[in-house]
Nanobody
Framework: QVQLVESGGGLVQPGGSLRLSCAAS????????VGWYRQAPGKGRELVAT?????????NYTDSVKGRFTGSKDNAKNTVYLQMNSLKPEDTAVYYC??????????????WGQGTQVTVSS
């Protein structure tokens, strides 16, 4: 059974930083790309960053977070991270990690974590 658990959200002032984590069980981040999404109140879910499969895991970002957010992964811990710097009020949202891939039994699925709230406010 695949489980994704996000952590690291919270309340931060504009200009501050947070680091989100997404720990997985039942599926290997080494072999699957991971997406960080966010959903602000009243809006649809938006793809913020992608950390690609492989040992290094290249990254892609939506324009609004380029230069401020950095995705990374630790394959040994089966955990991905999203370092968020220079946070703005418009970054306020619930952040989710997502994997579309095969678990350890080669069953393909679309897996989501429970989400973690990020609030940027003074």
């Amino acid at each position: 059974q695949v489980q994704l658990v996000e952590s690291g959200g919270g309340l931060v002032q504009p200009g501050g930083s947070l680091r989100l984590s997404c720990a997985a069980s039942g599926i290997a981040f080494r072999f699957n790309a991971v997406g960080w999404y966010r959903q602000a109140p009243g809006k649809g879910r938006e793809l913020v960053a992608t950390i690609n499969s492989g040992s290094a895991g290249s990254t892609n970002y939506t324009d609004s977070v380029k230069g401020r957010f950095t995705g990374s992964k630790d394959n040994a811990k089966n955990t991905v991270y999203l370092q968020m710097n220079s946070l703005k009020p418009e970054d306020t949202a619930v952040y989710y990690c997502n994997v579309k891939g095969s678990d350890y039994l080669s069953r393909w699925g679309d897996y989501w974590g429970q989400g973690t709230q990020v609030t940027v406010s003074s």
